[in-house]
């Protein structure tokens, strides 16, 4: 496989607005990714962690990528269509929802389900995947995420994928939070996009070669994640995240979305079985997060 032509560079992995009604908010879904693009982003990463993918069906994903892709965000370039699913079909099935529309970039998560399949297994289960999207998708990016998944992705399995699908897995995206892992991953497999999903980590990465990150710190502080992916600590990122740490990622994620939007409650909602986070807790988080940027910004 070649070595990668560019960097990746900073891709938010975009949350999901609901409404009242619990389906997806698309004219908030699309200003808010429109937003994060002029904010600085270089792509969107939906339906991921933090986007709440798994519990997303595959009609109203077909509906958010059309309306995503409808108001002007260039399914080539701008976008990556998370994949998460414990079958080939249903895989392959959310996979070509992005390929109808021209979208060749997918973050393509393991099947969570199976736990100790082992490589062989996982291998015949990506391979059965890849083969049934095709060429077209030609941006995969697989996602190494064991604490949520329960299914780690090795550096062999990794290299056994990229060799028997070298047009079409381009990447690995480390959510581990493990740098051993990351290490392992940016000094064996350099020819691939390495991005790492815990910002902390990120700016010690790209030093010795990442090619950028997939995160989603991105929806609330993109301004200070253009550090990192430039090499640059930025300590103001490890400080909000040690006050995200305490409650559930995505919830308070998503909590600070609507405080920075001026739109607490829309932004407030979870799809089952995630739960909100409570009124105490965000006046907690809001100001905490808040003290950080103004005291460091001063």
């Not at 393509?108 to 015949?124: M, Q, R, S, T, V």
């Not at 790209?206 to 430039?230: E, F, H, R, W, Y």
Request: hydrophobic share 45%.
């Amino acid at each position: 496989m070649p070595l990668r032509s560019r960097r990746f560079g900073l891709s938010v992995a975009l949350a999901t607005p609901f409404t009242g009604e619990w389906l997806i908010d698309l004219p908030r879904l699309v200003a808010h990714g429109r937003q994060s693009l002029a904010d600085g982003c270089a792509s969107l990463t939906v339906f991921g962690t933090t986007g709440e993918g798994a519990s997303l069906g595959l009609n109203e994903r077909q509906r958010a990528l059309g309306a995503l892709v409808g108001a002007g965000i260039d399914p080539a370039t701008q976008l990556v269509v998370g994949i998460a699913a414990s079958s080939v079909e249903d895989a392959i099935a959310q996979g070509r929802a992005g390929l109808m529309l021209g979208c060749p970039s997918f973050l393509l998560a393991p099947p969570f389900y199976f736990k100790g399949a082992g490589d062989e297994g996982l291998f015949d289960w990506f391979a059965a995947v890849l083969t049934g999207l095709g060429p077209k998708a030609s941006n995969v990016i697989l996602y190494h995420i064991p604490q949520v998944t329960s299914v780690g992705l090795s550096v062999a399995l990794i290299d056994r994928l990229k060799k028997a699908f070298p047009r079409q897995v381009t990447g690995v995206k480390d959510s581990s939070g493990d740098w051993a892992n990351s290490q392992a991953l940016l000094e064996h497999h350099a020819d691939l996009h390495i991005l790492i999903g815990d910002e902390r980590l990120l700016a010690r990465a790209m030093k010795l070669g990442a090619s950028g990150t997939i995160c989603g710190l991105a929806n609330i502080a993109p301004d200070l994640m253009q550090a990192p992916v430039a090499g640059i600590e930025e300590p103001r990122i490890a400080e909000i995240i040690a006050e995200l740490v305490p409650f559930a990622f995505t919830a308070a994620c998503k909590a600070l979305v609507g405080h920075r939007r001026n739109d607490p409650v829309a932004w407030s909602r979870m799809r089952a079985p995630l739960r909100s986070l409570s009124e105490a807790e965000c006046v907690k988080l809001f100001a905490a997060v808040d003290n950080i940027r103004a005291r460091r910004a001063a």
